[in-house]
Protein backbone atom coordinates (compact mmCIF):
# COMPACT_ATOMS: atom_id res chain seq x y z
CA UNK A 1 0.00 0.00 0.00
CA UNK A 2 1.58 3.04 -0.78
CA UNK A 3 1.82 6.76 1.22
CA UNK A 4 -0.45 8.30 -1.48
CA UNK A 5 -3.19 5.92 -1.98
CA UNK A 6 -3.32 5.82 1.74
CA UNK A 7 -3.48 9.74 2.01
CA UNK A 8 -6.25 10.04 -1.06
CA UNK A 9 -8.55 7.58 0.57
CA UNK A 10 -7.98 9.20 4.00
CA UNK A 11 -8.36 12.82 2.48
CA UNK A 12 -11.40 11.42 0.58
CA UNK A 13 -13.15 10.10 3.71
CA UNK A 14 -12.31 13.28 5.23
CA UNK A 15 -13.74 15.29 3.50
CA UNK A 16 -17.00 13.59 3.59
CA UNK A 17 -16.93 13.75 7.19
CA UNK A 18 -16.58 17.68 6.93
CA UNK A 19 -19.54 17.66 5.13
CA UNK A 20 -21.48 15.73 7.22
CA UNK A 21 -20.50 17.86 10.25
CA UNK A 22 -20.77 21.33 8.39
CA UNK A 23 -24.27 20.59 6.87
CA UNK A 24 -25.36 18.34 9.74
CA UNK A 25 -24.62 21.36 12.40
CA UNK A 26 -26.35 23.99 9.91
CA UNK A 27 -29.08 21.74 9.95
CA UNK A 28 -29.25 21.05 14.10
CA UNK A 29 -28.92 25.02 14.02
CA UNK A 30 -31.43 25.59 12.23
CA UNK A 31 -34.52 23.32 13.13
CA UNK A 32 -33.82 23.83 16.49
CA UNK A 33 -34.32 27.38 16.38
CA UNK A 34 -37.26 27.00 13.44
CA UNK A 35 -38.67 23.40 15.08
CA UNK A 36 -37.89 25.01 19.00
CA UNK A 37 -37.64 23.04 21.65
CA UNK A 38 -40.83 20.89 21.59
CA UNK A 39 -40.48 20.72 17.84
CA UNK A 40 -37.03 19.70 17.26
CA UNK A 41 -37.40 17.00 20.54
CA UNK A 42 -40.57 15.72 18.40
CA UNK A 43 -38.42 15.15 15.37
CA UNK A 44 -35.58 13.82 17.22
CA UNK A 45 -37.56 11.02 19.04
CA UNK A 46 -39.44 10.04 15.62
CA UNK A 47 -36.07 9.73 14.09
CA UNK A 48 -34.29 7.95 17.14
CA UNK A 49 -37.54 5.65 16.53
CA UNK A 50 -36.90 5.18 13.01
CA UNK A 51 -32.66 4.58 13.46
CA UNK A 52 -33.73 1.52 15.87
CA UNK A 53 -35.73 0.01 13.08
CA UNK A 54 -32.45 0.49 10.75
CA UNK A 55 -29.74 -0.53 13.49
CA UNK A 56 -31.72 -3.40 14.05
CA UNK A 57 -32.05 -4.77 10.60
CA UNK A 58 -28.98 -3.35 9.30
CA UNK A 59 -26.33 -5.86 11.78
CA UNK A 60 -28.79 -8.15 9.93
CA UNK A 61 -28.45 -7.62 6.35
CA UNK A 62 -24.97 -5.75 5.66
CA UNK A 63 -22.25 -6.57 8.42
CA UNK A 64 -20.19 -8.79 6.70
CA UNK A 65 -20.42 -7.25 2.95
CA UNK A 66 -17.27 -5.09 2.69
CA UNK A 67 -15.18 -7.85 4.11
CA UNK A 68 -16.64 -10.88 2.04
CA UNK A 69 -16.59 -8.27 -1.30
CA UNK A 70 -12.68 -6.99 -0.11
CA UNK A 71 -11.54 -10.77 0.14
CA UNK A 72 -13.81 -13.58 -1.41
CA UNK A 73 -14.69 -15.12 -4.38
CA UNK A 74 -18.62 -15.22 -3.65
CA UNK A 75 -18.26 -11.63 -2.68
CA UNK A 76 -20.67 -10.57 -5.03
CA UNK A 77 -23.49 -13.74 -4.55
CA UNK A 78 -22.92 -12.46 -0.95
CA UNK A 79 -24.38 -8.94 -1.48
CA UNK A 80 -26.57 -9.83 -3.67
CA UNK A 81 -28.36 -12.19 -1.04
CA UNK A 82 -27.86 -9.18 1.46
CA UNK A 83 -29.85 -6.94 -1.36
CA UNK A 84 -32.73 -9.38 -1.51
CA UNK A 85 -32.99 -9.90 2.12
CA UNK A 86 -33.45 -6.31 2.74
CA UNK A 87 -36.09 -6.00 0.70
CA UNK A 88 -37.72 -9.31 1.99
CA UNK A 89 -37.40 -7.46 5.28
CA UNK A 90 -37.57 -4.09 4.79
CA UNK A 91 -40.63 -3.65 2.66
CA UNK A 92 -43.07 -4.93 5.46
CA UNK A 93 -41.25 -2.99 7.65
CA UNK A 94 -42.31 0.06 5.86
CA UNK A 95 -45.60 -1.12 5.75
CA UNK A 96 -45.66 -1.97 8.95
CA UNK A 97 -44.27 0.99 10.64
CA UNK A 98 -46.57 3.24 8.77
CA UNK A 99 -49.59 1.42 10.41
CA UNK A 100 -48.06 1.27 13.84
CA UNK A 101 -47.43 5.26 13.84
CA UNK A 102 -50.70 5.87 15.96
CA UNK A 103 -49.84 3.00 18.38
CA UNK A 104 -46.39 4.08 19.26
CA UNK A 105 -47.28 7.86 19.46
CA UNK A 106 -49.92 6.12 22.21
CA UNK A 107 -47.36 4.52 23.84
CA UNK A 108 -45.64 7.58 23.91
CA UNK A 109 -48.36 9.91 25.13
CA UNK A 110 -47.12 12.00 22.38
CA UNK A 111 -50.01 12.10 19.38
CA UNK A 112 -48.14 14.72 17.38
CA UNK A 113 -45.20 12.18 16.85
CA UNK A 114 -47.63 10.56 14.34
CA UNK A 115 -47.24 12.70 11.16
CA UNK A 116 -43.16 12.37 11.45
CA UNK A 117 -43.36 8.70 12.41
CA UNK A 118 -45.24 7.86 9.24
CA UNK A 119 -43.13 10.33 6.60
CA UNK A 120 -39.65 8.42 8.33
CA UNK A 121 -41.46 4.78 7.25
CA UNK A 122 -39.65 4.36 4.17
CA UNK A 123 -36.43 5.91 6.02
CA UNK A 124 -34.72 2.62 7.05
CA UNK A 125 -35.46 0.49 4.23
CA UNK A 126 -33.92 3.55 2.38
CA UNK A 127 -30.76 4.08 4.54
CA UNK A 128 -30.13 0.23 4.70
CA UNK A 129 -30.15 0.08 0.39
CA UNK A 130 -28.07 3.10 0.46
CA UNK A 131 -25.32 1.90 2.99
CA UNK A 132 -25.28 -1.36 1.05
CA UNK A 133 -24.81 0.11 -1.99
CA UNK A 134 -21.90 2.11 -0.33
CA UNK A 135 -20.33 -1.00 1.26
CA UNK A 136 -20.27 -2.72 -2.36
CA UNK A 137 -18.40 0.08 -3.79
CA UNK A 138 -15.84 -0.04 -1.14
CA UNK A 139 -15.59 -3.77 -0.86
CA UNK A 140 -14.18 -3.40 -4.50
CA UNK A 141 -12.17 -0.50 -3.78
CA UNK A 142 -13.98 2.07 -4.62
CA UNK A 143 -13.54 5.07 -2.39
CA UNK A 144 -14.29 8.15 -3.49
CA UNK A 145 -18.16 7.82 -4.86
CA UNK A 146 -19.38 6.04 -1.75
CA UNK A 147 -17.79 9.37 0.18
CA UNK A 148 -19.29 11.90 -2.57
CA UNK A 149 -22.98 10.07 -2.16
CA UNK A 150 -22.56 10.48 1.32
CA UNK A 151 -21.65 14.38 0.89
CA UNK A 152 -24.84 14.65 -1.34
CA UNK A 153 -26.94 12.79 1.49
CA UNK A 154 -26.14 14.93 3.50
CA UNK A 155 -26.29 17.99 1.14
CA UNK A 156 -29.72 17.16 0.27
CA UNK A 157 -31.02 16.55 3.71
CA UNK A 158 -29.83 20.08 4.66
CA UNK A 159 -31.75 21.75 1.66
CA UNK A 160 -34.71 19.34 1.47
CA UNK A 161 -35.52 20.59 5.05
CA UNK A 162 -34.63 23.86 4.56
CA UNK A 163 -36.85 24.35 2.04
CA UNK A 164 -39.88 22.29 3.58
CA UNK A 165 -40.13 24.06 6.58
CA UNK A 166 -40.16 27.60 5.50
CA UNK A 167 -43.07 26.36 3.40
CA UNK A 168 -44.65 25.51 6.13
CA UNK A 169 -44.21 21.72 6.54
CA UNK A 170 -42.88 22.39 10.26
CA UNK A 171 -41.29 18.80 12.14
CA UNK A 172 -43.40 16.42 9.63
CA UNK A 173 -41.01 18.21 6.55
CA UNK A 174 -37.94 18.10 8.95
CA UNK A 175 -38.49 14.25 9.10
CA UNK A 176 -39.84 13.69 4.94
CA UNK A 177 -36.15 15.77 4.21
CA UNK A 178 -34.28 12.15 5.59
CA UNK A 179 -36.10 8.94 3.70
CA UNK A 180 -35.56 11.88 0.66
CA UNK A 181 -32.01 12.32 1.36
CA UNK A 182 -31.20 8.20 1.29
CA UNK A 183 -32.97 7.69 -2.14
CA UNK A 184 -30.44 10.60 -3.22
CA UNK A 185 -27.64 8.56 -2.06
CA UNK A 186 -29.01 5.68 -3.17
CA UNK A 187 -29.41 6.27 -6.76
CA UNK A 188 -25.98 7.84 -6.94
CA UNK A 189 -24.36 5.20 -5.86
CA UNK A 190 -26.34 2.94 -8.57
CA UNK A 191 -25.23 5.26 -10.96
CA UNK A 192 -21.38 4.84 -9.71
CA UNK A 193 -21.12 1.38 -10.47
CA UNK A 194 -23.02 -0.57 -7.78
CA UNK A 195 -26.20 -1.80 -9.94
CA UNK A 196 -24.61 -5.03 -10.11
CA UNK A 197 -25.89 -5.81 -7.30
CA UNK A 198 -29.26 -6.61 -9.04
CA UNK A 199 -28.01 -8.92 -11.33
CA UNK A 200 -28.52 -12.78 -11.00
CA UNK A 201 -26.37 -15.22 -8.85
CA UNK A 202 -26.92 -15.55 -5.18
CA UNK A 203 -26.05 -17.44 -2.30
CA UNK A 204 -27.63 -20.30 -0.67
CA UNK A 205 -29.71 -18.91 2.59
CA UNK A 206 -27.79 -21.37 4.41
CA UNK A 207 -24.23 -20.46 2.93
CA UNK A 208 -25.16 -16.89 3.26
CA UNK A 209 -25.51 -16.88 6.96
CA UNK A 210 -23.08 -18.79 7.92
CA UNK A 211 -20.90 -16.35 6.47
CA UNK A 212 -22.12 -13.55 8.38
CA UNK A 213 -23.73 -14.74 11.72
CA UNK A 214 -20.53 -13.89 13.63
CA UNK A 215 -20.37 -10.05 12.64
CA UNK A 216 -23.97 -10.06 12.68
CA UNK A 217 -24.37 -10.61 16.07
CA UNK A 218 -21.32 -8.02 17.17
CA UNK A 219 -22.88 -5.38 15.29
CA UNK A 220 -26.49 -6.21 16.30
CA UNK A 221 -25.61 -6.08 20.05
CA UNK A 222 -23.56 -2.82 19.80
CA UNK A 223 -26.54 -1.14 18.04
CA UNK A 224 -28.97 -1.92 20.26
CA UNK A 225 -26.56 -1.04 23.79
CA UNK A 226 -25.56 2.43 22.38
CA UNK A 227 -28.71 3.81 20.28
CA UNK A 228 -31.90 3.15 22.37
CA UNK A 229 -31.07 6.16 25.11
CA UNK A 230 -33.49 8.99 23.08
CA UNK A 231 -37.13 7.28 22.78
CA UNK A 232 -36.88 5.48 26.02
CA UNK A 233 -36.02 8.77 27.56
CA UNK A 234 -39.28 10.41 26.09
CA UNK A 235 -41.06 7.89 27.81
CA UNK A 236 -40.25 9.55 31.01
CA UNK A 237 -39.62 13.59 30.15
CA UNK A 238 -41.16 15.68 27.77
CA UNK A 239 -40.80 16.61 24.18
CA UNK A 240 -39.10 19.99 25.22
CA UNK A 241 -36.64 18.19 27.31
CA UNK A 242 -35.95 15.50 24.68
CA UNK A 243 -35.09 18.09 22.70
CA UNK A 244 -32.81 19.61 24.66
CA UNK A 245 -30.77 16.61 25.56
CA UNK A 246 -31.12 16.15 21.83
CA UNK A 247 -29.02 19.10 21.60
CA UNK A 248 -26.76 18.59 23.85
CA UNK A 249 -25.60 15.28 22.05
CA UNK A 250 -25.80 17.38 18.51
CA UNK A 251 -23.00 20.12 20.39
CA UNK A 252 -20.41 17.09 20.56
CA UNK A 253 -20.64 15.38 17.33
CA UNK A 254 -18.29 16.86 15.62
CA UNK A 255 -15.39 16.28 18.24
CA UNK A 256 -16.50 12.24 18.28
CA UNK A 257 -17.13 12.23 14.50
CA UNK A 258 -13.52 14.03 13.80
CA UNK A 259 -11.67 11.31 16.22
CA UNK A 260 -13.77 8.33 14.95
CA UNK A 261 -12.28 9.28 11.07
CA UNK A 262 -9.00 9.27 11.81
CA UNK A 263 -8.96 6.52 14.29
CA UNK A 264 -10.48 4.95 11.37
CA UNK A 265 -7.74 6.17 8.74
CA UNK A 266 -5.12 5.61 10.39
CA UNK A 267 -6.15 2.03 12.16
CA UNK A 268 -8.36 0.06 9.52
CA UNK A 269 -6.71 0.36 6.31
CA UNK A 270 -7.66 -2.77 4.51
CA UNK A 271 -11.79 -1.84 4.36
CA UNK A 272 -13.72 1.27 4.89
CA UNK A 273 -15.92 0.33 8.05
CA UNK A 274 -18.54 2.55 10.64
CA UNK A 275 -18.12 2.27 14.27
CA UNK A 276 -20.20 -1.15 14.32
CA UNK A 277 -18.02 -2.83 11.74
CA UNK A 278 -14.82 -1.89 14.23
CA UNK A 279 -16.71 -3.30 16.90
CA UNK A 280 -16.99 -6.74 15.28
CA UNK A 281 -14.10 -6.56 14.13
CA UNK A 282 -12.45 -6.57 17.83
CA UNK A 283 -14.54 -9.26 18.82
CA UNK A 284 -13.53 -11.57 16.25
CA UNK A 285 -10.14 -10.90 16.90
CA UNK A 286 -10.22 -11.81 20.23
CA UNK A 287 -12.08 -15.25 19.41
Known sequence: MSRSWFLLRALAQLSSRGVMLAAGFAQFLYLSRSLGPAGYGLYSVAFSLNQLIFLIVDPLVSSAMVPMLAGESLGREFARTSVRMSLCLGLPLVVLWWAAAPAIAGLLQTPELVGPLRCLAPAALLQLLAMQSSNCLMGEGHFYAPASSFSLMWLTRMVAGWALVENGWGVVGAAAAIPLSFGVQF?????????????PGTLPLRDWWAKSRHMTAGSLLHNLLFN???????????????????????????????????????EHTSELQSPDHLVCRLLLEKK
Open 187 to 199: VANQLSGASWVWQ
Open 228 to 266: FELPLLKRFVSATEAGQYAVAQNVSVPVQTSCLTLLRSE
